[in-house]
């Protein structure tokens, strides 16, 4: 049941999500030494998003178009400066006949904050199979997340005031919401795709949804205890990212992100998701790991 934008006719990019494609226009400053800037809405750190998706645009351009991404393995090492740029330099670790790989890592004032290990393979036909597509209303039947935030804006305002360059219809209540109906939920199901016509090069596309599998991805953890952003007091942090990239799509269609979580312990949880093209494809899968910690508020 595939279902195109507006009857094939093609719609402009929102202001964020035209600011998302400035941020993934890295400045090269060297041959491997790409520089990436932050937007003016900003947390206190740097969305672990973006620092995915700079850090596959960066790898991407010492690879060349043939050749995709497949794999990604990122790691957390610090909070990256709101008000500083970013510096990607990329390590090329092997250029094969049908694979390349390399090493990025992000750096402010000469320290680490980030090292992805990013995979690149020439796309063969060989064996398929994949797990079914989870039973949800199409987006269009969905109201948009704003919808969502009403009534909750002052305990979301860093939800409220973010970039959304990403188009996001909830299948589920979303957290804040299941909190004052004291559900209980282990998954999470959200369908998502740019917010306007994304440009053809398939880098920029994979980029998106790198930087988007950074948004609901732990929310399965919390809701699995019935707590919520903006009504508990949770402290999240990403510790590490990966992401396996099945097959070629545009992430300017409708995409499936549906993600649960296998455990929590030690203070961290992980967190697992799949994205699904709107005909039921498997197009992507990703495994998170969190800091996460609760502090009861004392009565």
Avoid: C
Avoid at 18 to 26: H, I, V
Avoid at 202 to 215: E, K, N
Avoid at 216 to 226: N, R
Wanted: glycine fraction near 10%; hydrophobic fraction near 40%.
């Amino acid at each position: 049941m595939a279902q195109t934008r507006d009857g094939g006719i093609g719609v402009p990019p929102s202001p964020d999500l035209e600011t998302l494609l400035g941020l993934l226009d890295l400045e090269q400053t060297d041959e491997n030494v790409y520089v990436g800037q932050h937007p003016k809405q900003v947390a206190s750190r740097t969305f672990g998003g973006q620092l995915v998706s700079q850090a596959m645009m960066a790898a991407g351009r010492t690879v060349g178009a043939g050749r995709p991404v497949h794999a990604i393995n990122a790691h957390f090492i610090r909070g990256g400066d709101v008000k500083a740029p970013i510096e990607y330099r990329v390590t090329r670790q092997r250029d094969g006949r049908a694979f390349a790989n390399r090493l990025v890592t992000a750096y402010q004032d000469g320290h680490e904050l980030f090292m992805m290990l990013a995979a690149f393979q020439d796309f063969t036909k060989g064996l398929e199979h994949a797990v079914e597509v989870p039973d949800v209303p199409y987006p269009d039947a969905l109201p948009p997340l704003g919808d969502h935030f009403v009534g909750y804006e002052e305990r979301l305002q860093t939800f409220v005031n973010a970039l959304k360059p990403i188009d996001i219809r909830y299948a589920n209540d979303p957290a804040w919401i299941m909190k004052g109906t004291g559900e209980r939920l282990n998954h999470n199901r959200v369908w998502m795709r740019a917010d306007g016509d994304l440009p053809d090069d398939p880098l920029i596309h994979v980029a998106a949804m790198g930087y988007s599998s950074d948004t609901t991805v732990l929310d399965s953890i919390i809701t699995t205890h019935g707590l919520s952003w903006g009504h508990d007091r949770i402290v999240a942090a990403t510790v590490n990212h990966s992401m396996w990239f099945h097959r070629p799509f545009r992430f300017d269609e409708w995409a499936l992100y549906a993600t649960e979580s296998p455990v929590a312990a030690g203070s961290r949880g992980l967190a697992t998701g799949r994205y699904f093209s709107i005909e039921g494809e498997l197009l992507a899968t990703v495994v998170q790991e969190g800091l996460i910690r609760h502090f009861p508020r004392k009565n």
